[in-house]
């Protein structure tokens, strides 16, 4: 889906593009991947059905697109809606629960990037 040249990457025109790649399947977690660069991996998940508990292997940022979601972290669980945001640190245990019908979501997993000297975020 991404459309790339060496200044940028369109990686989805709106809401109504995801709904169409990725329609999502009744009582099922439906995944596809929408973009894989150098710093960061962006995945779009259709939610029919819980994301047991797992943890990922870099940072992650998870963005609520569509629904409602409750994400189970060690401090507990966090009732998220449309527009809700939350970071995750490499190696931390989360769960991920649709409320009320299914959710639409993005996850970026973050790549560390190197800098060198100087630059910006050394």
Known sequence: MAHENPQFSLISTGVEQLQESNPGQEGRVSP???????????????L??????????????????????????????????????????????HAVTPVGGSARILIHLLH???RGPGEYGQ
């Open 112 to 114: 560390p990037v190197h």
């Open 48 to 93: 029919d059905a819980e994301m047991t508990e797992h943890r990922a292997p870099s940072p992650i940022v998870v963005q609520v697109l569509e629904g409602r979601v409750r994400f189970d972290i060690e401090d507990g669980g966090h009732d998220l809606g449309a527009g809700g945001i939350v970071h995750v640190a490499a190696g931390v245990p």
């Open 32 to 46: 596809e991947r929408l973009y894989s660069g150098q710093d960061v991996r962006i995945m779009h998940l259709v």
